[in-house]
């Protein structure tokens, strides 16, 4: 089955930027997602990249996509004490409208 | 955008009792509806997903006469655990997809914490 994967903890200091990085394995993977959960809430959609783009950016977020490789990267620059949180990457092919989610990845913003 | 409510936020039962957990779409019409199971420390595990009017389709591995779906009317599912014990302790989210098939967008409820004494 299709299978995603994250590193589980990324530390940074306030200000600088923030990568965070996503492998899968499914290359029927239609949309790719990034979404942000804090504690005791449910997920909020961060962005999203359709497959056949290399690269979205919104605002302080960048998502590049190497499709080759099946590898989902997330870039917040600027990176605030407010972006502490767990980040999930996730895909979905076509015809399955459900997400199959990385483990997540807990973002700490140091001061 | 567009909004999922779930409720309720957290609940505590005891072991035994059967626990019901509703998902609604606020201002969208969802055809189908998603269940996810979230341990502490852990990815969400997709449960089940729960079309309208008919039944909900399970994952591999979850009981469906334990989790009881009910996919009513094109706002409301709803997540039944029935008799509920320790190990059913989880955070539970369900999600609903707007617009065209293959979903880009999927918004999902704030989560239900279940603890099951």
């Known amino acids: 089955g299709e299978d995603v994967e994250q590193s589980l903890f990324l530390s940074v200091r306030e200000g600088d930027s923030s990568v965070i990085n996503c492998t899968y394995t499914d290359s029927s993977s239609t949309y790719l997602y990034w979404y942000k959960q804090e504690p005791g809430a449910g997920l909020q959609l961060l962005t999203y990249i359709f497959s056949n783009m290399d690269m979205k950016q919104d605002q302080r977020l960048t998502v590049l996509l190497n499709k080759k490789d099946k590898h989902l990267s997330l870039r917040i620059a600027d990176t605030q004490t407010g972006d502490s949180a767990i980040y999930f990457c996730a895909e979905a092919d076509t015809g399955r409208r459900a997400l199959t989610f990385g483990s997540g990845t807990r973002l700490q913003v140091q001061p | 955008g567009a909004v999922v409510s779930q409720h309720p936020s957290w609940v505590i039962c005891k072991s035994g009792t059967s626990v019901k957990i509703e998902c609604r779409s606020l201002?969208?019409?969802?055809?189908?509806m998603f269940w996810y199971r979230q341990f502490p420390k852990q990815s969400l595990m997709l449960m089940a997903t729960s079309n309208e009017g008919s039944k909900a389709t399970y994952e591999q591995g979850v009981e469906k006469d334990k989790f009881l779906i009910n996919h009513a009317s094109l706002t409301l599912s709803t997540l039944t655990v029935t008799s509920a014990h320790p190990e059913d302790s989880s955070f539970y989210i369900c999600s609903a997809s707007e617009g065209r098939p293959g979903g880009e967008k999927l918004f999902f409820g704030s989560g239900t914490q279940l603890s099951v004494l």
């Open positions: 201002d969208f019409q969802a055809t189908t």
